[in-house]
């Protein structure tokens, strides 16, 4: 089976500017989740989908950084306007059960 | 708030020496444990969860819940095995999916 699909893989900004991440997980996946993962940390929860719902999304800095999961499969993931804290890899997951997540090659974000 | 501790940031041993990477957890509740790897030029992956109690690639953990610890063992470590390791918690519950992770523990195996 194919697995999670992220574009782009890298991606270069300066502050104040928009980007956007596009995460397409494994088909019949319910459950996504989008991971900040900053240098020399462990991934950090961004937000989790059920279908196309948000089950959690404490963690999310909603002042700049939103999130939708059109027809529960695809997502995307915005930061406007970005600030040079927001220089991460940003890691998409998706999961059926309870087994485990998969997780997609991620997307390297350096904000100048 | 549930919390994920791996002490070590960096952890080298010799090919065919036993390894052990630590992990520690604060959590109140019953939770889930996993051990998430990530090989160089790969994306991260599951290696093994507690409740399956299974041996994967050589490596086991065992849950102690006396200790709060879940940490990663092989008895004979192989080159191959070189890569990022994260310990995770998974709360349950109403918090159901939602992955704390370690800040990881970088594994070198030395030929």
């Known amino acids: 089976e194919a697995g999670v699909a992220q574009s782009p893989r890298y991606k270069i900004i300066e502050k104040r500017q928009s980007v956007a991440f596009w995460c397409n997980p494994i088909?019949?996946?319910?459950?996504l989740y989008w991971y900040q993962q900053i240098l020399g940390q462990g991934p950090k929860l961004l937000i989790q989908?059920?279908?196309?719902?948000?089950?959690?999304d404490s963690q999310l800095p909603k002042d700049r950084f939103s999130a939708e999961r059109l027809k529960g499969v695809d997502s995307t993931l915005k930061i406007q306007p970005a600030k040079l804290e927001d220089s991460a890899v940003y890691l998409c997951?998706?999961?059926?059960?309870?087994?485990?997540?998969?997780f997609g090659p991620g997307t390297r974000l350096t904000v100048t | 708030a549930q919390r994920v501790t791996q002490p070590e940031k960096l952890l080298s041993v010799f090919k065919g020496a036993p390894v052990e990477l630590k992990c520690n957890y604060s959590?109140?509740?019953?939770?889930?444990l996993f051990w998430y790897v990530q090989y160089s030029r790969q994306r991260l992956q599951l290696l093994l969860r507690h409740i399956s109690r299974e041996s994967i690639k050589g490596f086991t953990a065992d849950l102690n819940k006396g200790e709060t610890s879940f940490h990663l063992k092989k008895p004979f470590a192989q080159e191959e095995d070189s890569a990022m390791y994260y310990c995770?918690?998974?709360?349950?519950?109403?918090?159901?999916?939602?992955?704390?992770f370690g800040q990881g523990t970088i594994l070198t195996v030395h030929p």
């Open positions: 989908f059920q279908n196309n719902g948000v089950v959690d």
């Open positions: 997951a998706s999961s059926l059960s309870s087994y485990g997540q998969y």
């Open positions: 959590y109140s509740g019953s939770p889930e």
């Open positions: 088909s019949g996946h319910a459950t």
């Open positions: 995770a918690l998974d709360a349950g519950g109403t918090s159901y999916g939602k992955l704390t």
